[in-house]
């Protein structure tokens, strides 16, 4: 086994590779960390993982993983990081995925090496925040076995404020809230990967991961509502106790077959998918006189939702290379189903009877369903040595059915769509590529921006979702152009949007005070993009890479005057450096910056910055870690709404200051020689 170290980060076509295993900050950390740190990856204010402002779909270990948002946050939050390799964000992704808005992000997972190994992790940090987990690898001539056991606590407190002017024909008076929060979250998962070769053509694997988040969380917060002549007219005080379970199952089996001709492969991925949230509620709410003091009212309510989600995807490909050798052929479809089963009830106490009675009003049951068929085809053509197009086309057919069982309806909608591109791509011998890419991209709503469910937590602001959204769509141009040389790399790209039928959360401001938050179709917009990325090598022992990226979103003249949707840009950085004074010791830097824009204003995140050093003890069997993770300024979010009759400013401070302590043990029957990179080259060639 021969040893060497690779960069940080890598740059690939106007890809980017984060290799996890040479970071300092993998141990102890979760998968949702990790991507946090990676070159040109942010998080909305719900989040949700975007790349270069857009939403991506994620991959692990090159399959396409199919859950709703809360069961994708649950999942990359209990991936142990020290089970990571690398992390590959593809910018220019795959025919089978050339349609995604955001591109693509493969997670791939450690295989092991040949022989038996076995990694043990255990950390812990200030903020309150433990973890444990094994790693057991097998791999035998063409058998591999790898297991993942683990499990975690995490305990997040905060606080903050928001302040809402209501803004009337003849007078404005405001809303000022301020909250606190804890939250407590603890995270076991399991995943069992395998791996057979038949023989040279025919591979056989299966995944089986199971992960389920037990929370308990508390949330105060204070009402006060001023009237026009800025004295107190109300005063409240509303406590949230919240506690619950998500649990999330799935099985993946894969078929690899490879021709008898070089370029040659058909792979069929089928999976299912089962998963079950139980969330209790329970809202206590005292009414204070304007002095603050009780006024003797209050009210008692709770809010139990059940949900089951359950689905099936299968994935076909076929690709082929052509008598001539230039030309490839490749070709596919893809079927997933998703079914959710919600039944909300909500109870509120009578004092008199000292019962809860349900809520019909505030209740709701229903189930979704939603098929999605994809049929692909492309083609590659290398033109000369460095110079190839890429073409093809998917055609998408989308089915919605909403089974309403309390308004006793059924809303149904059926979209096809058509989504072509096309890549020109350019290399020169100087390793210097340029790249221009065409795709019509589809950004379908999810169970979160349909489900028509109130969430009253915040009595002043009502969500719900709206089953009657349409998908969004979007001519999106890409111009890249890099360079790499032995010591440094930079990439530089340019694009533009042509986004249509736009699904957007809009917030409107109703006669009685309070705010409706749900989602919308607006018309549509224009998006003008600037991103860079790129790493220098200071020496074999120092690295730095860096990204950043800039979009600025404009708005139809309709949505201008009638919504008052206001044109804003979007930026997003990241830094990352790496020191390796032996092959034994390491330092990382990371540092993030975010503002993101939206119809009605801006979401601003301060500087996140966390600072790693590990160091590898007998013979490299014991690997010691810690991180101080924003030691110096804890994480702040800043939202500011700007509506047709309202102004609204809320900030929420989260206690991300924490200092880590990871051990890690390795045990390993394989021999490893350490070479260093440049030795590598002196190796005799086959």
Do not use: C
């Not at 089978?96 to 950390?123: C, D, L, M, P, W």
């Not at 077959?257 to 040659?264: D, I, T």
């Not at 009675?357 to 999605?372: A, C, G, M, P, T």
């Not at 709503?445 to 028509?452: A, K, S």
Request: proline letters at 4%.
């Amino acid at each position: 086994m021969i040893y060497a170290e690779k960069p940080l980060i890598e740059s690939k076509e106007g890809n980017l590779i984060f290799n996890v295993g040479e970071s300092a900050m993998s141990n102890g950390s979760t998968a949702t960390e990790l991507l946090k740190q990676t070159p040109l990856v942010t998080t909305d204010p719900n989040g949700k993982i975007l790349v270069r402002g857009k939403e991506p779909r994620i991959l692990i270990d090159d399959k396409p993983v199919e859950l709703t948002m809360q069961q994708m946050q649950d999942l990359l939050e209990s991936m142990p990081g020290s089970n990571i390799e690398k992390i590959e964000v593809l910018t220019n992704p795959p025919p089978q995925y050339a349609n995604e808005q955001g591109g693509v992000i493969n997670i791939v997972t450690k295989k092991g090496k040949i022989g038996f190994s076995s990694r043990f992790n255990v950390s812990g940090g200030t903020r309150g925040e433990a973890s444990s987990s094994i790693n057991l690898n097998y791999r035998k001539q063409g058998f591999a076995l790898n297991l993942n056991a683990g499990t975690g606590y995490n305990r997040f407190e905060g606080d903050g404020y928001s302040n809402r002017t209501n803004i009337y024909t003849d007078s404005s008076n405001q809303l000022n809230i301020q909250n606190s929060f804890l939250n407590k979250n603890y995270r076991p998962n399991f995943r069992l990967n395998m791996d057979y070769e038949y023989d040279k053509r025919n591979l056989f694997n299966m995944v089986a991961q199971l992960n389920e988040n037990l929370f308990d969380n508390i949330a105060q917060n204070r009402y006060t509502n001023i009237n026009r002549f800025n004295a107190v007219s109300r005063l409240s005080e509303r406590e949230i106790a919240t506690t619950g379970e998500n649990r999330n199952s799935s099985i993946n089996f894969t078929y690899t077959h490879k021709g008898k001709k070089p370029g040659e492969q058909l792979r069929i991925i089928t999976a299912v998918n089962y998963g079950v949230v139980n969330n209790n509620r329970n809202f206590f709410q005292e009414f204070l006189t304007v002095e603050g003091l009780p006024s003797g009212t209050d009210s008692t309510q709770k809010q139990i939702n059940h949900t089951i989600n359950h689905g099936f995807q299968a994935n076909l490909s076929y690709d082929k290379q052509l008598s001539n050798k230039k030309t490839s052929f490749s070709t596919g479809a893809a079927y997933y189903r998703t079914n959710s089963s919600v039944d909300l009830a909500t109870e509120f106490f009578k004092k008199p009877e000292f019962i809860f009675q349900k809520v019909e009003l505030l209740s709701n049951r229903f189930q979704f369903h939603q098929d999605v068929i994809n049929i692909r085809a492309s083609f590659k053509h290398i033109i000369n040595a460095g110079f190839s197009i890429s073409a093809g086309a998917s055609l998408e057919q989308t089915n919605i059915l909403f089974e309403l069982f309390k308004e006793n309806r059924s809303p149904y909608n059926r979209y096809f769509n058509f989504l072509p591109f096309a890549n020109f791509n350019r290399n020169w011998q100087n390793k210097t590529n340029l790249s221009f890419s065409y795709r019509r991209t589809i950004r379908r709503p999810g169970i979160n921006e349909l489900n028509p469910a109130i969430d009253y937590a915040d009595p002043y602001n009502i969500r719900y979702g709206n089953p009657e959204l349409e998908p969004t769509l979007a001519h999106t141009f890409d111009l890249v152009a890099g360079k790499t040389k032995e010591r440094f790399f930079f990439n530089i790209g340019t694009g533009f949007n042509l986004v249509e039928n736009i699904f957007s959360q809009i917030r409107s401001l109703q006669g009685d005070g309070k705010t409706i938050v749900t989602w919308n179709n607006v018309s549509s917009r224009k998006d003008y993009e600037e991103s860079g990325w790129g790493g220098l090598t200071i020496s074999k022992k120092l690295r730095m890479n860096v990204s950043a990226s800039y979009s600025y979103n404009v708005y139809g003249a309709f949505d201008k005057t009638i919504r008052k949707f206001r044109d804003g840009g979007s930026f997003t950085s990241n830094l990352n450096g790496n020191v390796t004074p032996t092959d034994v010791l390491t330092f990382t830097i990371n540092g993030t910056f975010n503002r993101l824009a939206n119809p009605q204003g801006t979401f601003r995140s301060n500087v996140h910055m966390n600072l790693g050093v590990q160091r590898k003890l007998l013979k490299k069997k014991i690997i010691l870690t810690f991180n101080a993770i924003d030691p110096f300024v804890t994480q702040q979010n800043r939202l500011m709404t700007n509506g047709s009759n309202f102004i609204l400013e809320s900030v929420s401070l989260t206690q991300t200051r924490n200092f880590r302590l990871s051990i890690s043990y390795v045990f390993s029957k394989t021999k490893t020689i350490s070479r260093k990179p440049d030795l590598l080259k002196q190796l005799p060639k086959k």
